[in-house]
Structures are given as structure tokens and as C-alpha cells.
């Protein structure tokens, strides 16, 4: 029915990747399909109808529940919030490659059209994450921001030289 309408596309937002119902993103970090197990499925079904797919990620987001936690906690934005969810800093390669390598494999194993990467704009400097840190290859936050949807674009486009990308942040500064 929505095809006949004229909608070209479907966009499954949060809450695909867990089967939590609380508001709130502490889940967040893993992207396993628990709420769609079949989620390759879906999208073949939604394909079939001649719509494209495209999936929601909070792109800096790293949940204190997520599987993950232990892994990256020490690579965090904001290490002292308060809320149940901190963000990622892209000024660290392997952070980078991790939430890359993420969206490659779900457009190339699920089949999707698109992504819509959320949040970009809470990636913010804190007091904490000021400090100097030798592992780090970028020290301008703006500038490991800018590696991460390069890379994001170059290596996706090579799997999909058509993919649909939002970059969701506010749409105002310079990089916009």
C-alpha cells in the first residue's frame, strides 16, 4: 500500500537493535538485529515491493549495558556522564574502524540502500576528554569527526556505489 502512495523508501529507526522498551539508547554500541532477528528478511521483503531500506544508527552513541562496554569504555567523550549512554571519540583509529566496519557489514550482510547516522552532533569535548592522550591520531575532535564519515562514505560507496547516507546533526557549521 505505501508503494501504490508513492513512497520510494522505509526507514526502521531505533529500536531494531535491542528488545528493551525503556527510553533511553544503553543498549546501544552492539547493532545486533535482536528486535529483527531476520532483518536481511525484512529488507528483501521490503526490496520486493520496489521501496529501498534504510537503517538507523546512533553513531556515537556506546550504551553501559552493551556487550561492547567492556571493550571501549576507556575511549569515551564523556567517561563521567551521567546518563546511561556515552559517546564515542572518533580522534581514536580504532573507534573509527570499529564503527565502520559496523556499517559495512550491515549495507553489505542485510542488503540495505541507506543509513541514517544520528547524532553526529553529540560528539562534544569534555573536560575529561581534553587531556592528551599518545594513542589518539587526531587530536582536533573535529578533525577525527571528519575522518570517520570519509571513511564511512568511501568505504560504503564501494560497496554500494548508490547508497543513500544521512548524516543527522544539526545542519549548520562549516562541514555541513
Not at 36 to 44: R, S, T
Not at 133 to 138: E, G
Amino acid at each position: 500500500l505505501s508503494k501504490a502512495l508513492g513512497m520510494d523508501s522505509v526507514i526502521i529507526v531505533d529500536g531494531w537493535q535491542t528488545n528493551d522498551s525503556n527510553r533511553g539508547y544503553a543498549f546501544c554500541g552492539d547493532w545486533e538485529p535482536v528486535r529483527i532477528p531476520d532483518i536481511k528478511g525484512l529488507v528483501e521483503k521490503i526490496q520486493d515491493t520496489g521501496m529501498k531500506v534504510i537503517l538507523w544508527f546512533s553513531v556515537p552513541f556506546l550504551g553501559e549495558k552493551a556487550k561492547r562496554w567492556d571493550e571501549f569504555k576507556d575511549f569515551l567523550l564523556n567517561p563521567n556522564g551521567t546518563l546511561d549512554v556515552h559517546c564515542l571519540d572518533p580522534r581514536y583509529r580504532h573507534i573509527r574502524e570499529y564503527l565502520v566496519q559496523t556499517y559495512e557489514n550491515a549495507v553489505r550482510d542485510w542488503g540495505l540502500d541507506g543509513l541514517k547516522l544520528d547524532f553526529i552532533d553529540n560528539f562534544l569535548l569534555t573536560e575529561d576528554s581534553v587531556k592528551p592522550d599518545p594513542r589518539r591520531d587526531f587530536e582536533s575532535l573535529e578533525e577525527g569527526i571528519d575522518a570517520l564519515m570519509t571513511d564511512v562514505t568511501d568505504k560504503l560507496r564501494k560497496i554500494k556505489p548508490d547508497i543513500m547516507i544521512e548524516f543527522r546533526q544539526s545542519y549548520v557549521g562549516p562541514s555541513i
